[in-house]
Structures are given as structure tokens and as C-alpha cells.
């Protein structure tokens, strides 16, 4: 076990400790809150010392979000998959909301970005991240979507704005026990109605 761990590189422990600050704080954010959580709670679940959480992260802030920035990106990544090679832009669109509320339903994931994340990085951070991960996706979505005429020359940025409220909402309901194929079956209806009939 020791040849083994004295192998393994400066640049490899390093990330495999990071990799367990950040398990440990989104565990515990998820649970507990941002407030609820202290630094010394999260070396301790990740088996590590506070210079090694300050040698990653500046603070608990940033740790924080780096943990949503990882949420974030892998929502993405999960509606990317499921939109990808479908014929139809449209069809792209609502695989990729199902994906959307599909992932939204990880363990503390709704929390951790809807609930926790403006609050603690605030609404301006949030959309910056959100451009980059899953707002991204639907606006690609959208673009596609315009391009192939499957959907009206409607204002792009005000409908990805709209939609992007309406499936994070719609993620919120079903964190309180609102029915997951109810909010999808008039997330279609909607989508459907953004364009020209077929």
C-alpha cells in the first residue's frame, strides 16, 4: 500500500484530495445548507486538513462553488446526451427538458442549484454559470430550433429566459411531491406550441 501511494504523483494526490474536499462539502451543503455546514465539518468527512482545503480553496465560499460548478456541469452533460442525434430540433428540445428535470432529481442537486446556489453566489453569479452549463444548451436548443423553422422567429434571449424559469420551476415542483409526468406532459404542450404546426 505505501510503494503503491508513494507511486502515485504530486499532481495525482492533489487531485484525489480535492476530489474529497468536494464529495465531503457536497454532501454536507446538500444536507445541511451552506450556513449549516462549517470548514472544520468538511475537512473532517473528507479526512483532510484545513491547509489542505485552504491549499485548493480560498474559502468555504469558493468551495461552494465549486461544487455548484460541478452540479452545473454535469446537468449539462446529461442533457447533452439525450438531445444528441435527434432528427428533429424540436425533438431535441423537450429530450433535453426531460434530461433536465431527470438530472435536477440527483440527491440535493435542486437544493444545491436553485435553492442554495443564488443565495449564497447571488442571482448575477448564478447566470454566469448557468451560461455556461444547461442555459447554454437550451439556448443551442433554441438557435437549432430557429434555424431549421421547427419554432417561430420568437426573441431568443427572452424565450431561453422564460423557459430556463419555467424548468427550473418545474424541477422546484418536483422536489415538493408535484407529479414529475404532469410538469412534462405541459412542458410538451408548451414546446409544442413555440412553432409552426406539423
Known sequence: MQAESSRRSNPQRSAEMRARLLAAARRL???KGYAGTSTP?????????????????SDKQALFRAVV???????????EADSAGLQSARDALLAGAKAYLAAMQAPGRT???????????GRDEMDVLDAQHAARTLRDGLAAAAASG?????????????????FDRA???IEGGHDHADLLRVI????KGLGPAT
Open 29 to 31: 451543503f446538500a444536507e
Open 41 to 57: 465539518e468538511i475537512v473532517a468527512a473528507a479526512d483532510a486538513t484545513r491547509g489542505a482545503l485552504y491549499h485548493h480553496f
Open 69 to 79: 460548478e460541478d452540479e452545473a456541469a454535469a446537468v449539462a452533460a446529461d442533457i
Open 111 to 121: 437544493r444545491l442549484l436553485l435553492v442554495e446556489g443564488p443565495s449564497v453566489l
Open 150 to 166: 421547427e419554432i417561430d422567429q420568437l426573441p431568443q434571449e427572452a424565450l431561453a429566459v422564460l423557459l430556463s424559469a419555467l
Open 171 to 173: 424541477a422546484l415542483a
Open 188 to 191: 410538451e404542450a408548451i414546446l
